[in-house]
């Protein structure tokens, strides 16, 4: 199982950046359903002892509900000749969003070997989509967007997922949701 734990977003946030699909062509936009806000990657679980364990430790997690506040538009680009650049919106890092995942990345790295995806430096985003054939008039195109008005919201709960491949793209399943407290 391939496996990262993030936050699920309510229906209002997915509506506000679903609005955002189409603006631009050759891009191969996420259904909004598969939006969420990753904290921390974990990658191939083989061992269900693992998973235990991860389940154990993510359970035993304290910390106060993030507030999620979606803002501009941002891409990761590629490096590579033909590749596609990674779409997304970025989220302002409120200190319980950025306390959390902390939480969660010192917890997971006792019981996962940490991955270079999971380094100190962490960029809250929401990915949309991927851009094939990326320039830079296109990339300026979409950095230019702005999203709808969107009302801040705090997020209740952190969830284990699995991701699952696809012909179609990636389906992001939860597996498990960790109710967020003091």
Known sequence: MRLFVGLELPPSLLHAIAALRGS???????????????????GEVTHGH???EIHH?????????PVVQPGGAGLFMTSRPHGADT???????????????ERIRKG??????????????????????????????????WLAMTLPPVTAQAIGHFTLFQ????????????????????
């Open 24 to 42: 631009l062509p050759d891009v191969t936009w996420l259904p909004p359903e598969s939006y969420h806000l990753t904290l921390h990657f974990i």
């Open 50 to 52: 693992l998973l235990e």
């Open 57 to 65: 430790t993510l359970s035993a997690i304290r910390a106060a509900p």
């Open 87 to 101: 779409l997304w919106i970025g989220c302002a890092p409120d200190t319980a969003l950025l306390a959390l995942r």
């Open 108 to 141: 997971l790295n006792r019981t996962v070997p940490p991955g270079e995806k999971n380094s100190r430096h962490f960029t809250p985003h929401i990915t949309t989509g991927r851009m094939d054939h990326p320039d830079q008039a296109r990339r300026q195109r």
């Open 163 to 182: 991701s699952i491949r696809h012909a179609d793209g990636p389906f992001y399943e939860p597996l498990e949701h960790y109710p967020l407290r003091f």
